[in-house]
T-cell receptor, first 113, second 114 residues
């Protein structure tokens, strides 16, 4: 049973516009969330994270928003660049004693030049 | 190399055969994870090694799966009597300091069981 869901398998955005990638989770015990970016033939790389004590974390062009009541987080990329084209995974953790992350299925972002 | 490496990058095997997948972690990284990503699924946790502690095997899907980490460095994931549902990309990740932000993934091994 997927505890972390990314319902949009793909997203296309024009260069310079905002990309918004969404992620929903079901486990209210999750308290730490991450976004990873994955290029073909490479492993995922950490992009940005947010703790449940915050509702926003910003790093350059990337901002993650967390809505705990809705169990929803989103990643905003602005302005989008062609090099941002990749698969984006959200992940969650926080269960006491857990050693693992729970990942979504990924959203493939294509930024059109 | 500077990153996590995995071998082979691709493996095609016949149903019923055993396979062994290798992960070379970043030097000095004490924690090592194995994940797999089946088609249309998110990354699924398999097993976790931390230093000399007993590994967390809670994610292994069946007793056909096992893993070891020799000398706190290289890790091998072994799948015995492979089944078609074992087809997936198997990813290894290592961590230097406890914290998800410092988890570095290898490129993965794509396993295809015919």
């Amino acid at each position: 049973d997927q505890q972390v869901k990314q319902n949009s398998p793909s997203l296309s955005v024009q260069e310079g516009r905002i990309s918004i990638l969404n992620c929903d989770y079901t486990n209210s015990m999750f308290d730490y969330f991450l976004w990873y970016k994955k290029y073909p033939a490479e492993g995922p790389t950490f992009l940005i994270s947010i703790s449940s004590i915050k509702d926003k974390n910003e790093d350059g062009r990337f901002t993650v928003f967390l809505n705990k009541s809705a169990k929803h987080l989103s990643l905003h990329i602005v302005p989008s660049q062609p090099g941002d084209s990749a698969v984006y995974f959200c992940a969650a953790s926080g269960q006491t004693g857990a050693n693992n992350l729970f990942f979504g299925t990924g959203t493939r972002l294509t930024v059109i030049p | 190399g500077a990153g996590v490496s995995q071998s082979p990058s691709n493996k095609v095997t016949e149903k019923g055969k055993d396979v062994e997948l290798r992960c070379d972690p970043i030097s000095g990284h004490t924690a090592l994870y194995w994940y797999r990503q089946s088609l249309g699924q998110g990354l699924e946790f398999l097993i976790y090694f931390q230093g000399n502690s007993a590994p967390d095997k809670s994610g292994l899907p069946s007793d056909r799966f096992s893993a070891e980490r020799t000398g706190g460095s290289v890790s091998t994931l072994t799948i015995q009597r492979t089944q078609q549902e074992d087809s997936a990309v198997y990813l290894c990740a290592t961590v230097l300091i406890q914290g998800w932000d410092t988890q570095y993934f290898g490129p993965g091994t794509r396993l295809t069981v015919l």
